[in-house]
């Protein structure tokens, strides 16, 4: 079956700490899609990412950046220099199906706060 | 409206009552998801709309639990005789076409059940 988990439930920092969000996922296709979303305390989540299975380099963009290791099944996000506003849920998720045999459903993670101190 | 509207924001209901929530997606977007966020939890997949096919209703956990979309935009997710551990946040998510698309989310509706 597929499973997404973030192990992390809580994390807190001060602000310009780097912090790095744990992803682990399980799953029985052999491509898939992998997100991360933020959910700020406006309740509204916010798609941060997407990589595709195919792809296993790691994407930088701004102070985030993402690793992806297909070997290990994990997909981690890091915050470089984290500042206040980054603090929020986060939640890992992963398509079912991919292709002709994809159901359109995310499997999303349990989410882990970040509270990111001044 | 720029993004996915969900009404209403907040709705506190008794138990046994019916309650309906509302989900207007972004125009044009042709797949509408509802998911259940409940204290502590993740995201629960409920019901999943594709234009015109029918909804993958597998994650919707009772027949209490019911949604339509009419015209392919606007959708209702209904729960009858509400209980108790139906208190969550319901979020409304659409996409282009399909769950491998970038989904945008609603700010959800909080439905406490007293």
């Known amino acids: 079956a597929q499973k997404v988990t973030q192990a992390q439930t809580e994390i807190s920092v001060v602000e310009k700490e780097d912090v790095t969000l744990d992803c682990v996922y399980e799953t029985r296709d052999t491509t898939y899609y992998l997100f991360w979303y933020k959910q700020p305390p406006s309740g509204e989540l916010v798609f941060l990412i997407r990589?595709?299975?195919?792809?296993?380099q790691n994407e930088i963009s701004g102070r985030y950046s993402w690793n992806f290791q297909k070997s290990t099944s994990s997909f981690n996000f890091t915050i470089t220099a984290s500042q206040v506003v980054d603090s929020a849920v986060y939640f890992c998720a992963l398509s079912e199906g991919y292709g002709s045999s994809n159901t359109g459903k995310l499997i999303f993670g349990q989410g882990t706060t970040l509270q990111v101190k001044p | 409206g720029a993004g996915v509207s969900q009404s209403p924001s907040n709705k506190v209901t008794e138990k046994g009552k019916d309650v309906e929530l509302r989900c207007d997606p972004i125009s044009g977007h042709t797949a509408l998801y509802w998911y259940r966020q409940s204290l502590g939890q993740g995201l629960e997949f409920l019901i999943y709309f594709q234009g015109n096919s029918a909804p993958d209703k597998s994650g919707l956990p009772s027949d209490r639990f019911s949604a339509e979309r009419t015209g392919g935009s606007v959708s209702t997710l209904t729960i009858q005789r509400t209980q108790q551990e139906d208190s969550a946040v319901y979020l409304c998510a659409s996409s282009l076409r399909t769950g491998l698309e970038k989904l945008f989310f609603g700010s959800g509706t909080q439905l406490s059940v007293l």
């Open positions: 990589r595709n299975s195919f792809d296993e």
